[in-house]
């Protein structure tokens, strides 16, 4: 039912940036069989540290006994360009030398993920996207993507994210390469380069992408003559620690440089005009006490995208509640796809 495959791009791929990238391969995993008249797709854009396996990262919405099911649906999700769970990435080979990249990978945008989907999709001969889904730095890769407008994209749901990436997500993402930066491992191009500083790094996304609330539920002591080694600490190291297991600090930096150039304005008349040319049937959802994408940035993107919708959850994880809250999601995305079937039904029958 799911399968792990590689798409080699016969091109060069020309990145946003004019710079040019030779030997793409892009990993990807299905699920499920696309059906007769191919509407069956649901495309999964993944967040910075995720991979393919979206039934793994995701369950509870993408499964055998959820919302997206495989048996139902062919649901298709993409490791990202920079990202090493496949795809290509600082630690590939560089056909030019023919050692990794490391820090002469090209640096790259959000728009070049929504192309490099783009050109799965046409790998794979799909024309028709029956949901597109993406939180966070996937959200903006969906959004992008929609934009683009290559493929029809019937329903867009875009959860805890944004149309440009703000100054504080920025300031965020510039402290954690300062702390991969002090670590001068990373410049000397190796494998586990950067490791140090990659667990500083995590440690500080993690205040971004949880609140006061969740470690006071989670971390507070129950003893009060404690003046060390506290639980909070020791739940930041082992958070850094965890990342470093399953991550590099080279691909971690590329990747966050790409969400800070997320801007949908760019090249484009404003952000507010970039977002009137998506098409699909929109849903928005924010997470309450997200801290690091505000509910305002997706009530300013309900705002602006036609007719869209726009919903939140409560989460006291905050921003991470969009990978925790499955219940939630399920409910609102399942009365909100309801609606846009009913809708279609109505359109249809109108025509007729
Ligand atoms: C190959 C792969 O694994 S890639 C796919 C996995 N990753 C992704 O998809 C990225 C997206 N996922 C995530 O960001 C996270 O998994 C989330 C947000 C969904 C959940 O985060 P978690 O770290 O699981 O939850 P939480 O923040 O509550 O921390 C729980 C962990 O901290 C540990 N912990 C909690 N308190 C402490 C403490 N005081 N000291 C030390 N460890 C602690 C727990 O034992 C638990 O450990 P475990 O992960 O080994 O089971
Ligand atoms: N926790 C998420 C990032 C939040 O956007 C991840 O590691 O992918």
Redesign the pocket.
């Known amino acids: 039912m799911s399968n792990s495959l590689t798409y080699k791009y016969p091109k060069i791929f020309k990145l946003e940036s004019g710079k040019k990238l030779r030997h793409l391969e892009i990993a990807y995993q299905t699920f499920g069989t696309l059906n007769v008249n191919k509407d069956n797709v649901i495309w999964a854009c993944h967040?910075l540290?995720?991979?393919a396996d979206v039934l793994?990262?995701w369950k509870g919405l993408f499964g055998t006994k959820d919302l997206f099911n495989p048996e139902e649906h062919f649901i298709i999700c993409a490791n990202i360009l920079g990202s090493n769970y496949g795809t290509t990435n600082p630690l590939s080979i560089n056909p030019t030398t023919g050692q990794p990249y490391y820090l002469a990978f090209p640096e790259f945008s959000i728009r070049d993920l929504a192309a490099i989907h783009q050109l799965l999709a046409d790998h794979l001969g799909i024309k028709q996207v029956k949901t597109l889904i993406g939180g966070s730095l996937g959200g903006q890769q969906a959004l992008e993507w929609s934009i683009l407008g290559k493929t029809e994209i019937e329903n867009l749901i875009l959860v805890a994210t944004n149309a440009a990436h703000s100054p504080w997500g920025i300031a965020f993402n510039e402290s954690q390469r300062l702390a991969i930066a002090t670590d001068r491992t990373f410049f000397a191009n190796q494998p586990n380069g950067g490791l140090k500083g990659l667990k500083t790094a995590r440690s500080i996304a993690l205040l971004s992408y949880r609140t006061y609330e969740a470690y006071n539920e989670?971390?507070l002591e129950s003893v009060n003559d404690k003046v060390t080694d506290f639980?909070a600490s020791?739940?930041q190291n082992?958070?850094g620690e965890?990342l470093c297991k399953?991550f590099n600090a080279y691909s971690y930096w590329y990747l966050s440089k790409a969400m800070d150039s997320h801007n949908v304005g760019r090249g484009r008349k404003s952000i507010v005009d970039a977002l009137k040319l998506v098409k699909a049937n929109t849903l928005v959802v924010g997470i309450e006490n997200d801290i690091l994408f505000p509910i305002t940035e997706q009530q300013f993107l309900a705002q602006h995208i036609a007719d869209a919708q726009f919903s939140s959850i409560k989460c006291a994880y905050g921003h991470?509640g969009f990978?925790?809250e499955t219940d939630k999601l399920t409910n609102i995305i399942g009365h909100f796809l309801k609606e846009s079937k009913n809708k279609k039904i109505i359109k249809l029958q109108h025509i007729a």
Do not use: F, M, P, V
Request: glycine share 0%; hydrophobic share 30%.
């Open positions: 967040a540290t995720a991979n793994d990262w989670t971390q639980r020791s739940y082992y958070q965890k399953r991470d990978l925790i």
